[in-house]
């Protein structure tokens, strides 16, 4: 379990980085998923790009309505960052459930929402969020929707050559009511099901409802036909049950190891009661 | 010490027996000076990696080495047939199995590859990373054959015969038939059927195997620092496989990260790691990392089971009936075979109960998947749980409660000595006692009234039971009477040095467990000297006497009867010399904390340090017609029984979520009788340690494999063992019915967490599904299987 020989560099700038990824070139950040796949000799990139250390892209800001999170900022930071729990509650509670502390101390954003694995928390909390991705490349910046950015499994709108900078979510609403419900084999496990529920309210009515759910395709799947179930009407039993039954068309999940799509299919939708009804009793 | 209360019968003055005494090697541990094998490095060290067979069942039509042997570093190459030539193939038959059948088997695969895994090709370079980039550049060309990987199906007429020459896939079979089987199903109220199926498994040691082998041509002396549980054993194996004389042979152990029953048998890839120094002549390191470890380490526990019970109105079991099947890979295991672990399901199912009736097929099986052999409490797991599950099945049947029917069935007490029904003699068991013990201990009817009213809101709790018996400190009936180079007997060596410290030696291995912790206690004691004097060595077949090591739960119960016998002698030794120096009769002296004194008052006479400073610089002053000796030996062998059986209850509390299918560990207890205990702390993390191994069994850890043979969760993310959020508060109690074939009384307490812990947790679980009609027969009991019994999913 020793990876195949790469070269190393440690650019000092995201310009550099880039100009570094001509070719044969992976970033290095985090590494909790990409020096696993090395030591199993799954990727042999020839240039390892390490981007740690490069402040312009750590941090957490807030600007306007706007929370802007950098690429380099590691799950514990936004684990106990003020500022995500008031502004951006549903990454606060969905952060504990990735992995341990000790993966949350090295993992990052940028790495999580690039990995793009379907049963990861953040990519699912930004596309609840409807949140955007900034990226760079030497083409210059631009800005992609969480919604276009997940294109399949494991298949981002990243192209070859570009970074990911940080992460733009709005800033929770009062009207917002937020929820994560996922079931793990173990804590820390990725979930064998998950929901991402962003629900704005308006009284008792669900005027919107973002429900996203992780490990249900091959990329966070938001649910529309059970957004759509909910709009309009208040969180009981009739439209709790509406939603889960829009989740065999919203959902496309497959088997694996723990969980057949159909097993998965049924724990979404348990999940998806659990967190309509601690929304509603809110 | 002196003040202490009375704890066992071995209480005396400067007792340490029945106390919890810090670990000598913790201290060492903690700070980080452990040294594990891979810690060595040995001058001109090279490092071997292996190519390993990609699929299940290949053959090797041609190997192409020339890119791997011409990389950066490389010192070697070698194939299965060359490393053949140094060394003879092993055959894993034990003779008392009768019918076993198992074909030689070479330490690499040679024409062909028989389960995905098997070593093909070995590569020696300077760095195990250089090792293995040079494993990428050898090409095999494969001819991928059918496989039968699927134990069940590899008897079916149409599957792929794994060897030829046996025209079958059937490694041996094993019949028992007591009483009258039929009579008894024909007379019984009530008659509970189940199928069972426990999954595939393995140990996932902290540290992997390891091995560093150094070949001395000057000397024709192999050495190998190994991590292992029996440097006796391997001594013996590497000797004869290749063509060595056995003191030509020295196996150093150093520290072990953990064994479990892995780190005893005989891995190819090891045995070729001892050819690679002979033909490279530096020692070379091999460490397998975790993938490997996953292919490569002996599997375990995969049956299938038909079982049924027949039982009386009044509860009484009438009869035990069951076909049990269990996949071992493409070879039985050698030297301990892969037989013994359906022979302990045959000979230990039903043991903790009064039965007539017994009958029971056990049928081993080849196919293309790794080894599968002896791993923590054999077999024990499998039959506890079956057992326990139909003793719950039939209790539902006859609308009785789950204690009252283990009540009616325990054998007595005042029973003993006794015999199960399949022959095994019980010296003294206490399951009645552990019973009661157990249940002052859980509030039952609480539980009970507690699940009650949880129902009411849909929260389904479970209360489950397992009464069992545990195999400890075996006889030679165990592996010796079969042919297998492996001792029954262990051996200890005191000395008392110069200033009066103690040197204790033995043939057991410390793997983490205590086992230098209970030598040093029981020495202490014997001669009369306090821990801090003591200094233990094992793992060295050069200085330690002659010993079997660490395994089925016999370090405490043979080598700790040795310490004790060996204390004894030296202690006599001590008294002979000082008597001599005092004036005064040995038998009127005693020795307490480090100083010969009056027996009677206990006043000092004088001090262990100054007697061993007259033996060894000041002999001149001893009578000239007189030698002093301050060393002495013994050894302990089990003669009276061929098992000191131990016995436990356990009882589990979980919380089953009906809708996720999870089960949550609430809360567990174990009441266990280990005989004399040496060490409370220690067995007691031993029951605890053993316990969160056999929930691993029941909730997680289970091999996955495709259809092909190819191995689907080979990494420690995918693979799950179990991790401390989901573990319980396991509490602990004892019962104390000392072995008779000892002085010492202890037997052992390794295994029994693991034998019980699968059998309550399935209890449990299906007593909390009981109203929703749903009931599992699977470990592990995943969310999925969990789901599927009630229903809501396919």
Known sequence: MKPAPFNYAKPSSVDEAISLLDGDATLLAGGQSLVATLNMRLSAPDLLVDINGLEELSGISVDGGTVRIGALTRHRELERSEVIAAQAPLIAEAVPLIAHPAIRNRGTVGGSIAFADPAAELPACL????????????????????????????????????????????????????????????????????????????????????LVYIAAGGTPMLAEGAGAALAGNAIDEASIGAAQSALEGDLDPFDDMNSTAATKLHLARVMTERALKRIAGA | MADSPVVTVHDRPNSYIGRSVPRPNVQRLLHGRGTFTDDIKLPRMVHAAYLRSPFAHADIKSINADAAKAAPGVAGVFTGKEIAELCEPWVGVLSHLEGMRSPPQYPMAIDRARWQGEP?????????????????????????????????????????????????NLCWERIVDEGDVDAAFDQAAVVVEDEFTFGRHTGVTLEPRAIISSWDPSEEQLTVYMSTQGPHMLQAIFAKHFGLEEHRVRVICKDVGGAFGIKVHTYGDEIATAALTMLLKRPVKFIPDRMESFTADIHARHHTIKARMAVAEDGKILAIDFDDLTGIGPYSMYPRSSGIEINQVLNLTGGPYTIENYRARGRVVFQNKPLMCQYRAVGHPIATAMQEALVDHAAQALGMDVVEIREKNLVPDDAYPTKSITGMPFDKLSHHAAKDKLLGMVDYAGLRADQEKARESGIYRGIGFACMIEVTSPSPMFYGVGGAPISAQDGVTLRLDAKGNLIVASGVTEQGQGAEAVLSQVAATAVGVTPDKIKIITGDTEITPYGGGTWASRGTGIAGEAAAQAGHALRDQVLEVAGIMLQSEPRKLDIRDNAVVDADTGNERISLAEVGRVVYYRADTL?????????????????????????????????????????????????????????????????????????????????????????????????????????????????TSPNSDSELGAKGAGEGGTGGAPAAILNAVNDALLPLGARLTVNPMTPERVLRALGKTE
């Open chain 2, 120 to 168: 093909v090709v070995a590569v020696v370079a300077e760095t195990r990373a250089q090792a293995e980039d040079a494993v990428e550049l050898v090409e095999v060309d494969w001819a991928e054959l059918p496989a039968a990987c699927d134990m069940t199906a590899a008897l079916d007429a149409d599957a792929p015969v794994i060897h030829e020459e046996y025209g079958n």
């Open chain 2, 623 to 735: 009578p000239k017609d007189y030698q002093s000796e301050l060393i002495a030996t013994r050894h302990h062998v089990p003669k009276k029984f061929p098992f000191a059986f131990t016995n436990g209850i356990h009882c589990s509390h979980v919380e089953v979520d009906v809708d996720t299918g999870v089960v949550k560990l609430l809360n567990y207890w174990v009441v266990e009788d280990c005989g004399t205990v040496i060490n409370p702390l220690l067995v007691e993390e031993q029951v605890r340690g053993g316990v969160i191994q056999g929930i691993g069994g029941a909730l997680y850890e289970e091999c996955l494999y495709s259809d092909e043979g190819q191995l689907l969760n080979g990494n420690l993310a995918d693979y799950l063992v179990p991790m401390a959020a989901e573990m319980p508060d396991i509490q602990v109690g004892h019962v």
């Open chain 1, 127 to 210: 596309l609840a969020l409807d949140g955007a991705v900034e990226i760079a490349g030497s083409g210059g910046r631009r800005k992609v929707g969480a919604g276009e950015f997940f294109r399949g499994l494991y298949d981002t709108a990243l192209e070859d050559g570009e970074l990911i900078t940080a992460i733009e979510v709005p800033a929770a609403a009062g009207n917002q009511r937020f929820a994560v419900e996922e079931v793990a084999r173990r804590h820390g496990d990725y979930g064998m099901a998950g929901v991402m529920a962003s629900v704005t309210v308006n009284g008792e009515t669900v005027e919107a409802a973002r």
